[in-house]
């Protein structure tokens, strides 16, 4: 199966893209092992001291590729852990990391790029915690993520009501540190990365180091959003809901 995740080191910055916009950029079991393939990749490489994660096309992810999830229905707790293994290399990195969301960007696929230090985004970007719609539950990170970002009250307001943001609204949310015009995505994204490979690695280490300990441990929601989601999603996997999404 060929992967559709795409490696590439221009002036120090790694830029990871998900390559599949037949698919909205929707994720199977090989992209996410191609993701956290990456992710390690770029920790190791001594020629990149930023990493961007963006999407091709007009979506950034729509998350899991649902129509890939039927055959793992009968071990879905190993299928969860396999899934995860990306978010937790991207958990993993020392080195500053960006989100340029540069479209739809829902499930998975947000919490992605909320797993990224930095986010940005175009002023076309539509984001969702969209596995309510899905009858499934946070994954990804997302339980701790999303209250890191935003706070609980929110937190919980887009986890219950998969509520969708765009434009003014995902500028005022606090879930990306700044919006910009499509056409300036690009350029915005390749000053900040520009910006922090010129300071001391070693600082940047350490700071990032000094922030995430004071947060939750994402590695502690993983492990609860993977017995969560195995709860929920064997009555989910069939119910009308999930099947349109499943279809594409």
């Keep these: 199966m060929t992967s559709h995740i795409f490696y590439e080191v221009v002036n120090s910055t790694a830029w990871i893209t998900i390559d599949r916009p037949e698919r909205k950029n929707a994720l199977r079991l090989a992209e996410f092992d191609a993701l956290a393939d990456s992710f390690e990749r770029f920790e190791a490489d001594r020629s990149a001291s930023v990493m961007v994660l963006t999407g091709s096309g007009k979506n950034f992810s729509t998350g ?41 960007a829902v499930g998975a696929g947000l919490n992605l790029a909320l797993g990224c230090d930095l986010a940005l985004a175009a002023e076309s970007a539509m984001v969702s915690e969209i596995f309510i719609d899905r009858g499934l539950t946070l994954d990804f990170g997302g339980s701790a993520l999303l209250v890191q970002r935003i706070g609980l009250p929110k937190a919980k307001e887009l986890a219950f009501f998969g509520t969708r943001l765009q434009g003014r609204t995902l500028a005022e949310s606090g879930l990306v540190n700044l919006v910009v015009p ?60 999930l099947a349109r999404y499943r279809r594409g």
């Design 64 to 104: 899991a590729d649902l129509s890939d999830i039927e055959p793992y229905r009968s071990n879905l707790v190993e299928h969860l852990k396999a899934l995860h293994r990306s978010a937790q290399a991207l958990s993993d990195i020392t080195k500053p990391t960006i989100a340029a969301i540069n479209g739809i």
């Design 182 to 241: 499509d056409s300036d995505l690009r350029s915005v994204t390749e000053e900040w990365a520009r910006s922090l490979s010129e300071r001391s690695p070693h600082a940047l280490a350490a700071t990032k180091k000094l922030l995430n300990q004071v947060a939750e441990p994402v590695a502690d929601a993983i492990a609860r959003e993977i017995a969560a989601q195995a709860q929920v999603a064997h009555s989910a996997l069939d119910s009308p809901e």
